[in-house]
T-cell receptor, first 113, second 113 residues
Framework: ETGVTQSPTHLIKTRGQQVTLRCSSQ?????VSWYQQALGQGPQFIFQ???????GRGNFPPRFSGLQFPNYSSELNVNALELDDSALYLC????????????FGPGTRLTVT | AQSVSQHNHHVILSEAASLELGCNYS??????LFWYVQYPGQHLQLLLK??????LVKGIKGFEAEFIKSKFSFNLRKPSVQWSDTAEYFC???????????FGSGTQLTVLP
């Protein structure tokens, strides 16, 4: 059974640029959630996708957007990068519903200069 | 909206000492509660979870947590810590209607050999 994988591992971008982060969910999982973890903080919920539809969104601006594909993999896109977007971005997959464990990937470390 | 507080930011213990990490949440309705651990260089992984029933739950590696509804608390305990327990510990909550996890800011545990 393959766990949650994310790519790339690290990324350096310039302010104003756009970035796409990718996530492959664990086999059998139909729900993907994205979190932002700033240094010294707990993960903050960005949004969740279920069956290719956004299924909940945290307090993040519209320049954070996502996609889920038929194979349940997912992308996080961030436009017009700001310095404060520098963080570890975590993807988690699960079955649908709040009682199912979310399995986290290793994250993508994004640095915006 | 729910929130989670972890008051201990950094805890330092000697091996064999007992551990208790505090977690309080704010939400008046039904909650699902989780403790996640992040060992150095590794993914976030689930230690234990509480949905309903016996308020004392046991997790992996000898950890347990007690849900006290009247105190809105879900403290993590271990009778005797080991050097290998050095990690960051996150408490998280979701509610029946919200699928996303809300995390606390984490507690860094350092166990001295």
């Amino acid at each position: 059974e393959t766990g949650v994988t994310q790519s790339p591992t690290h990324l350096i971008k310039t302010r104003g640029q756009q970035v796409t982060l990718r996530c492959s969910s664990q086999s059998g999982h139909n729900t993907v959630s994205w979190y932002q973890q700033a240094l010294g903080q707990g993960p903050q919920f960005i949004f969740q996708y279920y069956r290719e539809e956004e299924n909940g969104r945290g307090n993040f601006p519209p320049r954070f957007s996502g996609l889920q594909f038929p194979n349940y993999s997912s992308e996080l896109n961030v436009n017009a990068l700001e310095l404060d977007d520098s963080a570890l971005y975590l993807c988690a997959s699960s079955l649908a519903g709040g009682r199912y464990e979310q399995y986290f990937g290793p994250g993508t470390r994004l640095t915006v200069t | 909206a729910q929130s989670v507080s972890q008051h201990n930011h950094h805890v330092i213990l000697s091996e064999a000492a007992s551990l208790e990490l505090g977690c309080n949440y704010s939400y008046g309705g039904t909650v699902n509660l989780f403790w996640y651990v992040q060992y150095p260089g590794q993914h976030l992984q689930l230690l234990l979870k509480y949905f309903s029933g016996d308020p004392l739950v046991k997790g992996i590696k000898g950890f347990e947590a007690e849900f006290i509804k009247s105190k809105f608390s879900f403290n993590l305990r271990k009778p005797s810590v080991q050097w290998s327990d050095t990690a960051e510990y996150f408490c998280a909550v979701n509610t029946g209607s919200a699928r996303q996890l809300t995390f606390g800011s984490g507690t860094q545990l350092t166990v001295l050999p």
